[in-house]
């Protein structure tokens, strides 16, 4: 398989790059998709022997020990998950990772305290992230990178280190890659991509490189606002992006004339406060109160979107429609995810909140055809960059 260029892995001390950066509350874990996105890779090389040491982020902490960023909690749950006990270094490269690693026999698995503590790991100095790799690469014989989320991160622990180790790429990234492939390199049609999310200014570059590719955008989230705005619609007080409204007229104007459809909503969920149980209405996009916001796309707008997708044979949808967080404003999500379920071809989830969104709104993961731990790494992958912790293991 994928770790054949490592020969013989037993009695190996292999370091596992993973992305076991998960949502917490306080120390309970919200949603452990990327951790059970990691296992397959952990549990093969264990079997095949290997001493098993996975390095991995969590969160933004500032470069040095925070106890709020802890992994010691990921480190009990995937523990839970292989069903065997995992040990855990209250150091990333330091006396307890040392004696940690040392103590591990044939088969067994380490994870490393946040590697985000140490300031080299997000460092833009070569030198101050080699210093840290050095010490990563120092406890262990051979380096597999499978955190695919952190892919597009020129970081110690995702990139110098596979210049300094026997190297393989995990069987997750080479999954999320192949998937991701399909959507990039002559996609079966007709092509539907969903974008949502809250923001347009994060999404720009994906919408540059997918617009000549896809068949048909459909837009909705707080991202939406923006387009409708450049439609001459007032959106009262819902998330606007003043300074790329110009953009999206431009979008607009392409998309007419390159043939790529951008669908719009019709309607949409508005109440006058982003709360819970704040009084949703549902309004068409022209009469959009000035005291309102818009926190989902409407009941009309979910049907036609469902529809656009029920009829395409490969459909990738980022971001969420409205804050699914919020009962009231979830059905648009739910709706959009629904209509992925159902479609005949591939279906691919890309992206940290779109993925939480269907696992927390109840879906049954098998239903679709990917769900990409990704979220900048998959949008970075789709719009035509360079992956830093993909090239390097190409080398
Ligand atoms: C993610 O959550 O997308 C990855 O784990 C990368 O995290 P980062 O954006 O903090 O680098």
Redesign the pocket.
């Known amino acids: 398989g994928e770790y054949s260029s490592l020969g013989d892995v037993a009695g190996k001390r292999v370091l596992v790059r993973s ?1 076991l ?1 998960v949502p917490l509350d306080g120390d309970q874990i919200t949603d452990d998709g990327r951790i059970r996105a990691s296992v397959p890779t952990i549990r093969e090389l264990s079997r095949a022997g290997a001493r098993v040491v996975v390095t991995a ?1 969590l ?2 902490p500032k470069g040095a020990p925070d106890a709020a960023y802890s992994l010691r909690p990921v480190a009990a749950r995937l523990g839970e998950l292989l069903g065997t006990e995992v040990a855990f270094a209250t150091d990333t490269v330091g006396d307890s990772a040392r004696a940690v690693v040392d103590a591990l026999q044939d088969g067994e698995v380490a994870v490393l305290e946040n590697v985000r503590f140490n300031a080299g790991e997000t460092s833009k100095d070569d030198a101050e992230r080699g210093e840290l790799a050095d010490a990563l690469a120092s406890l262990a014989d051979a380096f597999v990178s499978d955190g695919f ?2 892919v597009h ?1 020129k970081q110690a622990s995702v990139y110098d280190v596979a210049q300094r180790l026997p190297h393989a790429m995990g069987a997750l990234v080479a999954t999320e890659i192949e998937v991701l492939q399909r959507l990039t390199r002559d996609p079966q049609r007709p092509y539907v991509v969903v974008l949502g999310g809250s923001k347009v200014s994060d999404k720009l570059a994906v919408i540059d490189n997918l617009l000549d590719k896809a068949d048909t955008l459909l837009v909705g989230g707080g991202m939406v606002f923006t387009f409708l705005a450049a439609q001459g619609h007032e959106v009262g007080q819902s998330l606007l992006e003043q300074d790329q409204v110009a953009t999206c007229r431009d979008y607009l104007e392409r998309s007419e004339a390159s043939g790529v459809e951008i669908v719009l909503p019709t309607d949409v969920v508005v109440a006058p406060e982003f709360k819970a149980d704040a009084p949703a209405t549902t309004v068409p996009v022209d009469q959009i109160p000035a005291d309102q916001i818009g926190l989902d796309i409407g009941p009309d707008s979910a049907a036609a979107f469902a529809r656009h997708i029920a009829g395409a044979t490969t459909v990738f949808w980022n971001g969420p429609m409205g804050v699914f967080e919020f009962d009231a404003f979830a059905a648009g999500t739910r709706a959009v995810a629904q209509a992925l379920t159902e479609v005949d071809g591939l279906s691919v989830v890309g992206g ?1 909140d779109s993925a939480a969104a269907v696992r927390r709104l109840g879906f049954d993961e098998q239903a679709f055809g990917h769900i990409s731990t ?4 998959s949008l970075e992958y789709l719009e035509g960059k360079d992956l830093p912790g993909i090239t390097v293991l190409e080398d």
């Open positions: 992305d950066n982020h969160g933004r989320g952190v991160r940290g990704g979220g900048g790494a």
